[in-house]
């Protein structure tokens, strides 16, 4: 196994449970110390929708030419950039965006019964709350936008609701201090939130403990080649592993192990912020997301956490203080009494690896070699359910 994020080490714990014997490869020290360090922490199993969208479209210039704090692309990126730039705009026709967010949604589904099949076996702590989840709407056109997904989310059997502004704050009494307008709300009473690098830290230790893996840390793999029948996994150290299966979840960096030999996946990597601060006098119980300013707020103990921008094209694991500071004041414009944001942290990065449709790359690519890897900003969302699809897709080919 190549990534020990929470894709990795949940990927790993279905194999092991499968009857592989498991190592985790990673070249951090620790697991969960990139995309799933500082994420937003909400579980959205019922609002994990496609980027790819009509909407966009029309936003494209504005985004190329970094007129929006929230999302900014460019024309110049890594290799292959260009070529998922332009699959991307096919998937922002009505017909694949609403068929990606379908694919999605039924991801999550799956994430959500393997996690509470995972906590009906094991006690875990990190934090799991339901708490639900609001997605504020600024705009009349934004409510007539989500009609039709939400028509087929209620026809998928997804509990979600279109709220009024009055509803709205009833539900979550600190929305009445937003600086900005609210047409209207979409709820999911059901999502959770949860500490993605706790779970995931005691997830690796679980699976170590019950079923024998074992965590190799503070090791790049370089490369991968084959022997005898065998997948070799060639280490910065010079060391080489050799297995029957080698599973790449190195999320934006898989194509470095996988191009090489001949698997290019259709992944770029996507810059997203983070920073929390001590609650203000208004903080939200509710999970919130301002779909004006694409940036999510979540109650973490005595901390505010907010997550948002994207960035992509030249993309770096650098905290830009000037968007940092945009972001802080998107959030503080969206909801001034939440956080004392003063007090805001240094902040963090996370590079998330987004494919075209927003749907991951899930199963076998070649003999020897599957992938889990693509799953953008749901990776915390949909990590148990991918991890189940590998596992059965692993089983059929051996």
Known sequence: MIGGGVVGV??????????????VVDRCAEVAQEASWGNGRQLSYSHATALASPGLVRQMPGL???????????????????RWLARFLTQCLPAPSKRNTLAILRLAEESRLAMDDLLARHTIEFGRATTGKLIVLTHQREVEAALPILAAKRRAGLAQDLLSPDQAYEIEPALVHSADPISGALYAPGDETGDCHAFTVALMRLTEGRYGARFIGGTKATHLSRLKGKVGIGLESGEFLHSDLVVVASGHAANDMLAPIGYRLPIQPMKGYSFTAPLGTAAPKVSITSGKRRIVFTHCGDRMLVAGLAEMGRVDCRVDPQRLQAMIASARAALPEAALYSEADQGWVGLRPMTPTSQPVIGMVGPGIAVNVGHGMLGWTLAMGAAERLSRAVGEAF
């Open 10 to 23: 949940t990927t790993a714990h279905a194999l092991a449970r499968s009857g592989w014997a498991v190592r």
């Open 64 to 82: 190329l030419l970094g007129y929006s704090d929230a999302f900014r692309m460019t024309l110049h990126g890594r290799e292959g950039y260009l």
